[in-house]
């Protein structure tokens, strides 16, 4: 053992990882197991587990080509894997596009491509999800209840203390980080069970990031746990319960940020830290 | 632990004016309108009379029909260029079908809605299916259509067409105004869309495809299946324009249309309706299809050559689209 990783046994990796976590007897939200996905001859995920526990932050980071993105699009039915398991609430489950993700209330935030800048607010809640009118006017004539789509999305935003006083403004009225707002209540308004969110900072200056790293906590805070993927490690120690480290495919150790610096995820992401070190699979 | 995230105050200010220019420029079509007839009143005594007014928007009915077509397709990211030739097609069928080969009218004329639905419907797969650029794919199916026309019709005009299939330019009076079916029929397919796109899941959908697709098919939207239906609903509506024209002319005539893809077109874009998709108002359709009515008909009361017509709607469309990039530029 050496001084650069201590206390050791916080470290788990690959092999220990299954036996149980501090986790204690918590069963995961969200679980895979042995995920492979091979493009031609590049395979970006070469058996990835992963876990999920009820009212965590994870945040999930790893090099470049580490198979970071590709877990997540696994995990939010974006793609699907050529070989093992996910499992829902102990539920062995089939994604085969995004919307199944979402029957399982998994819903993903993405980093800018989830807004319809030209619709209002509540327009982009709730986006292929909309709520039509009680009775004939909505069966037959299909009306949509705006009031009552606008008065929900309000809710909505206030309890994640976004203050925004009209959902009738068209979202490219407002700012970047107040837009990443609306994507995260999109999403923690309709997730039961996961919100996945794929660098919601990146595009944001720092007053916004804090913005937004504060709705995460929010999200927690409310019962929902947060997979979070960012390649800014400061957020990630700020925000990050459990530190899930992607490397070539797998994933090599789950690390707490209160037992671990900075200096000692990055090196065991790009693999300087190895050996005895990180207990590899 | 969290103190409540406060709404950017300058952000909010900045969205205070941009929306109020919003609802200006969105009133910029209606003000032309109003100011174009203000003028043409003051100009002529017979503009602004029931009669005259009646026949403004008798002139603008095929237009008008396919404008609403149009209006969708370019809410979409789209643009048709085929509409006009598929209206020909479509009413070339209604009325041979029934004068030629002796088809009961009804049928006649919903086959003729049948051929230019399945016009929609090919653009639309090939537009969708084939990843192919809505320009070209429509640019080949205006030259297709506008063939077959011309072999199908012979190139003859089809006259004395029954009842039915005329029955769009019969009128009605209003204290002393002629009014025509086909007017009524065009006002009601506007409220109709206005409903649809306002006020049902489809619209807003139809909206979100043109203004951020990705978006949309990760909200779990079927794209495909949207554009599809937009190709068809349009086509359904360039099947209602042949009929219309059969009633404007009381002929099916394979010469139809040349122009009103262009025409259209011009509509849409004066509306305030933008070419890039997700942004646009049909009521505004219906306010382009009228200035253009009546910048024509006002310039012909007052005896100024008609290309002068062409000229402004030239200079106007121009400046719509000049108007809609900077807006949409500051909005980025």
Known sequence: MTESVSPNNALHGQSNIASGFDSGNRKPVLEARGLVKRYGQVTALDGADFELFPGEILAVIGDNGAGKSTLIKALAGALVPDEGEIYVDGQLVHFRNPTDARRYGIETVYQDLALAPALDISENIFLGREIRREGPLGSIFRMLDKRRMRDESTNHMRDLKIGIRSMGQAVETLSGGQRQGVAVARSSAFARHVVIMDEPTAALGVKESHMVLDLIKQVRDRGLPVILISHNMPQVFEVADRVHIQRLGKRIAVIEPREFSMSDAVAIMTGAMVGEQVPTA | ?332
């Open chain 2, 1 to 332: 632990m969290n103190t409540a995230v406060p709404a950017d105050g300058a952000t909010s200010g900045a969205s205070g004016v941009r929306s109020l220019a919003a609802s200006l420029w969105g009133l910029g079509p209606l003000l032309a309108l109003i100011l174009a007839s203000a003028y043409f009143t003051t100009q002529s005594d017979r503009f602004l009379t029931g009669p005259n007014l009646s026949l403004v928007v008798q002139q603008s009915l095929v237009v008008g029909v396919l404008a609403i077509g149009q209006t969708l397709i370019i809410l979409t990211a789209g643009i048709d260029l085929s509409c006009g030739a598929v209206m020909a097609l479509a009413s070339v069928v209604m009325a041979r079908l029934a004068v030629v080969n002796g088809v009961n009218p009804l049928i006649a004329l919903l086959l003729g809605i049948l051929v230019a639905a399945l016009f929609g419907v090919a653009n639309g797969v090939l537009i969708t299916r084939f990843d192919l650029p809505p320009f070209i794919v429509t640019l080949g199916t205006l030259n297709i259509a506008f063939a077959i026309t011309h072999i199908y019709s012979q190139n003859q005009t089809i006259t004395r067409v029954p009842d039915l299939l005329g029955i769009l330019g019969s009128t009605f009076r209003i204290g002393g105004t002629s009014i025509t079916y086909g007017t009524v029929l065009m006002f009601a397919l506007y409220v109709l869309t206005w409903y649809v796109l306002r006020l049902t899941a489809a619209g807003r959908h139809v909206y979100a495809v043109g203004d951020n697709p990705e978006a949309a098919r990760r909200s779990g939207i079927n794209t495909t299946q949207l554009l599809i239906a937009v190709y068809l609903l349009a086509g359904i509506l360039y099947g209602i324009a042949g009929w219309v024209s059969i009633g404007r002319t009381g002929a099916g005539d394979p010469n139809a249309g040349q122009t009103d893809n262009l025409a259209s077109i011009t509509a849409v874009v004066l509306g305030g309706t933008s070419l890039f998709g997700g942004r646009g108002r049909i009521m505004g359709t219906l306010i382009g299809v009228l200035i253009v009515g009546v910048f024509r008909n006002g310039l012909q009361l007052i005896g100024v050559e008609s290309v002068y017509q062409v000229l402004i709607t030239g200079i106007l469309v121009i400046l719509a689209v000049i108007v809609d990039q900077f807006a949409r530029k500051r909005q980025l």
